[in-house]
């Protein structure tokens, strides 16, 4: 599976982003078989986990530190994820990266990087 991220930008400490990942690619299994996490990267930090989503979206996780403030979703009938970011922080700012895995696997599948900068 191929992923897309997008819907990075600027944004002041405060407001809301939301980033969308498509996903394509002809795997020959159904996009809702695959679990779906964002995470971020920060620089001179190591890649940490944001959010994931299970294949039919029943279940989420969130990192603790944006619990209450980001939400993750999910519309399998268009291969799309989403990140809906509110109350955004200066310590979000980071490259946002999207990610599939099979069933419980580890995560096999990253998108490219989608930057979010928050100013304070």
């Known amino acids: 599976v191929q992923l897309q991220a997008s819907g990075g930008g600027l944004v002041q400490a405060g407001g809301s982003l939301r980033l969308s990942c498509a996903a394509s690619g002809r795997t020959g299994r159904t996009f809702s078989s695959y679990g779906m996490g964002w995470f971020r990267q920060a620089p001179g930090k190591e890649r940490e986990f944001v959010a994931a989503i299970s294949g039919s979206g029943g279940r989420t996780s969130y990192a603790g530190s944006v619990k209450g403030r980001f939400t993750i979703s999910r519309d399998n009938a268009r291969n799309m994820v989403y990140l809906q970011m509110n109350s955004l922080k200066p310590e979000d700012t980071a490259v946002y990266y999207c990610?599939?895995?099979?069933?419980?696997?580890?995560?096999?599948?990253w998108g490219q990087g989608t930057q979010v900068t928050v100013s304070s």
């Open positions: 990610a599939a895995r099979y069933g419980s696997s580890e995560y096999g599948a």
